[in-house]
């Protein structure tokens, strides 16, 4: 018989803020931090890209310009994509993320999924493109230090085992 709970039974939280705060010390600022690094890995190809275009539109006689249509689709598709094999991916965690030393799980421990990944992008950008402040304020008031678009979609971002084990050995 195995140890995970069957179908149906309530898994229990598998981070507990008060047993073990070393998973989220710091996470809401490495999160930040984790966001701009990111950031900047999906818009400097785009940036890229507009750059080839502008020059291609010159040695084009300025029929290449009409490239700059496809930006905003690229950028979109590059963003979901970047999203969806990076945190969907086998570590949970973006590029930034990783260099932050912090991971996105499921609620009860399970690792992302490409389809998880993408979805939590999207309810990202929809609530900061709604509710602005209170999206990070969310993070402020709770133990687990879970924004907004986290809460619906139960999952949580903690240290990585390999960084909380080092602040469970600095508390000792």
Not at 49 to 56: L, N
Not at 114 to 133: E, G, R
């Amino acid at each position: 018989m195995s140890d995970a709970p069957s179908y149906g039974e309530p898994r229990p939280y598998a981070f507990d803020p008060v047993a073990e705060p070393e998973y989220f010390e710091g996470v809401l600022w490495r999160r930040f931090v984790a966001f701009l690094i990111d950031a900047v890995l999906i818009c400097a190809p785009i940036g890229a890209a507009a750059f080839f275009i502008f020059v291609f539109g010159f040695l084009t006689l300025g029929l290449g310009w009409m490239l700059f249509g496809l930006l905003s689709p690229a950028f979109v598709i590059w963003a979901l994509a970047y999203t969806g094999l990076t945190l969907g991916g086998p570590r949970s965690a973006t590029i930034g993320m990783r260099a932050m030393g912090i991971e996105m799980r499921l609620w009860y421990g399970a690792p992302m999924y490409t389809l998880l990944a993408v979805l939590s992008v999207v309810l990202f950008w929809v609530s900061v493109s709604v509710l602005t402040p209170f999206v990070v304020v969310v993070g402020l008031f709770n133990p687990r230090k879970r924004l907004l678009h986290d809460l619906i979609l139960g999952t949580v971002v903690t240290n990585t085992e390999e960084r909380a084990a080092g602040l469970r050995r600095y508390r000792r």
